[in-house]
């Protein structure tokens, strides 16, 4: 399946989404706050929308979906522990329970 195709077996389908910005995060009251408790630079928020209705009945299907799909793993970006570098998901090194 091609990036950006609905997906046939009726699935979740993501989408990232660069553009939507947090402003609270850049906040001045809020970065002092990052970076009197050292978490300034690593911490980052993404924004991913998603084709259907949220139920909380599904929340572990969701989220194997989210993590699983060819659209999140690209672009989801992970601090990596040892490195302190940030990273994305398809190459940082990690296992997930779900994969």
Known sequence: MATGEP?????YYFRFLPQR????????????RLRQW??????????????????????DDFVTAFFKD????????LL????GQWTTLGLSGCVLPFT
Not at 38 to 56: H, V
Request: aromatic share 10%; hydrophobic share 30%.
């Open 38 to 59: 050292s978490m300034l630079g690593r911490i980052q928020a993404q924004a991913f929308g998603f084709d259907q209705t949220f139920q909380p009945y599904q929340k």
């Open 70 to 77: 060819p659209n999140v793993i690209p672009h989801l970006q």
């Open 80 to 83: 990596a522990e040892s490195s």
């Open 7 to 11: 997906r046939d077996r009726g699935g």
């Open 21 to 32: 910005t947090f402003s609270s995060l850049s906040a001045r009251e809020i970065t002092n």
